[in-house]
């Protein structure tokens, strides 16, 4: 494919999840010859809604210390037709989250285990 047609292609497949009924993304990056695109979402029922209308099987979970604020950065990743693209969501978690950070998905703890 054309560079241009990658683009398009690229848009086309955020425009059919929102016209699905997902959240837009609120940041989306787009790297120049169309290898990477990256989609920001703002909680984990838009990253899970996301991951799942993609069909992403790659999961990572980082955390790491930003400024004295502890944050989790949760992607997912697939590959179509050539490009990478991600799912990512970024959450700031208190210090007393932290049981939060030894669970791949917080959502599905049962409450006893938290």
């Known amino acids: 494919m054309t560079e241009l047609a990658t683009r398009a292609q690229a848009f086309s497949l955020v425009a059919e999840g929102v016209a699905a009924g997902l959240s837009a993304p609120w940041r989306l990056y787009l790297a120049r010859g169309c290898r990477y695109l990256s989609l920001s979402v703002g909680d984990r029922a838009e990253w899970n809604a996301w991951r799942t209308h993609l069909g992403c099987p ?28 991600s799912v990512e969501l ?5 210090t007393d989250d ?17």
Not at 98 to 114: F, G, I, K, S, W
């Open 58 to 85: 790659e999961l990572s979970v980082r955390v790491y210390d930003a400024g004295g604020e502890i944050r989790r950065s949760s992607m997912a990743e697939v590959v179509m037709d050539g490009c990478r693209i």
């Open 90 to 94: 970024v959450e700031e978690i208190g």
């Open 98 to 114: 932290l049981d939060r950070l030894l669970v791949a998905d917080p959502t599905t703890v049962e409450p006893e285990e938290r």
